[in-house]
């Protein structure tokens, strides 16, 4: 009887937080598409005039270290409520509030943590494969070096080296060919390699930040990957009036996702299987 009206109390909690999920993300939609019309209908902002004045712009991710570099989130990244990452995305690199509150919406569900109530280190979204992920542009993977918010400069280096845009700016074919290469690069190196597709989506999400917030201009990154932090007097160069809506950051996202070549070409599939032949002989000549 008394696991019955646990099962029962248990299917009924599920199914509310399943239709609150539901109808959130619904009416969040709702108000995206609004904001997405209204940049339609509205010209951009001015160049210079981006960031409400005053508010110039530490673990795997360099948008929230740079946020916490320059106090805009506490300097020492610890205990943030998760509404202050959302009102400092939004307001430092004009993601519209819908988009700012689905992303941070979506690390406290990932966290398994109340978005309204509870906190936040930055270090926690390093948890392996639940927002961290193998195959950065900005990191090595975690099976090289679990210390997720070291910088590898070396990537990054070559990230800045690879724009083919005027004035050797990234393009989003760029970004493209960069996260492919080094998918084929981590599964060829990482015994313990792993990307679910929500994974890739991530890392596209990542690739397509720089190509919006940064417009690609590999001067701006050169500081905000290799120190973490934003230019002097850099604004945002995404100028809609609402930011960045999730509708304009998902198609772009897919864009660049889809367009990735060694996700059909079998070389990622390929990769690794080099290492297992070695990694055979050597187990057969043992034997032998
Ligand atoms: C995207 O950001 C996450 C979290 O900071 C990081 O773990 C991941 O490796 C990044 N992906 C790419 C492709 O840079």
Same mark, same amino acid.
């Given at each position: 009887?008394? #696991?019955?009206?646990?099962?029962?109390?248990?299917?009924l909690?599920?199914?509310?937080?399943?239709?609150?999920?539901?109808?959130?993300? +619904?009416?969040?939609?709702?108000l995206?598409?609004? @904001? #997405?019309?209204?940049?339609?209908?509205?010209?951009d902002?001015?160049?210079?005039?981006?960031?409400?004045?005053?508010?110039?712009g530490r673990?795997?991710?360099?948008?929230?270290?740079?946020?916490?570099?320059h106090?805009?989130?506490?300097?020492?990244?610890?205990?943030?409520?998760?509404?202050?990452?959302t009102?400092?995305?939004?307001?430092?690199?004009?993601?519209?509030?819908?988009?700012?509150?689905?992303l941070g919406?979506?690390?406290?569900?990932?966290? +398994?943590?109340?978005?309204?109530?509870?906190?936040?280190?930055?270090? &926690?979204?390093d +948890?392996?494969?639940?927002?961290?992920?193998d195959?950065?542009?900005?990191?090595?993977?975690?099976?090289?070096?679990? &210390?997720?918010?070291?910088?590898?400069?070396?990537?990054? &280096?070559? +990230?800045?080296?690879?724009?083919?845009?005027?004035?050797?700016?990234?393009?989003?074919?760029?970004? #493209?060919?960069?996260?492919?290469?080094?998918?084929?690069?981590?599964?060829?190196?990482?015994?313990?390699?792993?990307?679910?597709?929500?994974?890739?989506?991530?890392?596209?999400?990542?690739?397509?930040?720089?190509?919006t917030?940064?417009?690609?201009?590999?001067?701006d990154?050169?500081? @905000?990957?290799?120190?973490?932090?934003?230019p &002097?007097?850099?604004?945002?160069?995404?100028?809609?009036?609402m930011?960045m809506?999730a509708?304009? @950051?998902n198609f772009?996202?897919?864009s660049?996702?889809?367009?990735i070549?060694?996700?059909?070409?079998?070389s990622?599939?390929r990769?690794?299987?080099?290492?297992?032949?070695?990694?055979?002989?050597?187990?057969?000549?043992?034997?032998?």
């Amino acid at each position: 009887m008394v #696991a019955l009206v646990i099962a029962f109390r248990r299917i009924l909690r599920e199914l509310v937080s399943g239709i609150k999920t539901v109808l959130t993300l +619904v009416l969040t939609l709702f108000l995206d598409l609004l @904001f #997405a019309a209204y940049n339609l209908l509205t010209p951009d902002r001015p160049a210079g005039r981006v960031v409400p004045q005053g508010h110039p712009g530490r673990c795997s991710c360099p948008a929230l270290n740079a946020l916490a570099n320059h106090g805009v989130l506490p300097r020492d990244g610890k205990s943030i409520k998760f509404t202050e990452v959302t009102d400092a995305v939004c307001r430092v690199y004009n993601l519209s509030p819908t988009l700012s509150f689905l992303l941070g919406d979506f690390i406290a569900g990932s966290l +398994v943590r109340n978005f309204r109530t509870d906190r936040l280190d930055l270090a &926690d979204i390093d +948890v392996h494969n639940c927002i961290e992920h193998d195959a950065s542009l900005t990191r090595v993977d975690h099976f090289h070096d679990p &210390d997720q918010d070291k910088i590898a400069h070396e990537g990054i &280096d070559g +990230v800045l080296a690879s724009g083919t845009g005027p004035g050797g700016n990234l393009t989003p074919p760029d970004i #493209a060919r960069l996260l492919g290469k080094r998918r084929v690069e981590a599964k060829t190196r990482n015994p313990k390699f792993s990307l679910a597709l929500i994974h890739k989506l991530f890392g596209s999400a990542n690739g397509t930040m720089l190509l919006t917030i940064f417009g690609g201009r590999v001067d701006d990154l050169r500081s @905000f990957l290799g120190e973490e932090r934003l230019p &002097d007097g850099w604004e945002s160069r995404i100028r809609h009036r609402m930011g960045m809506t999730a509708f304009e @950051f998902n198609f772009k996202v897919f864009s660049v996702e889809l367009s990735i070549k060694e996700e059909v070409d079998d070389s990622i599939a390929r990769a690794g299987q080099e290492r297992y032949l070695r990694a055979g002989e050597a187990e057969s000549r043992k034997n032998a």
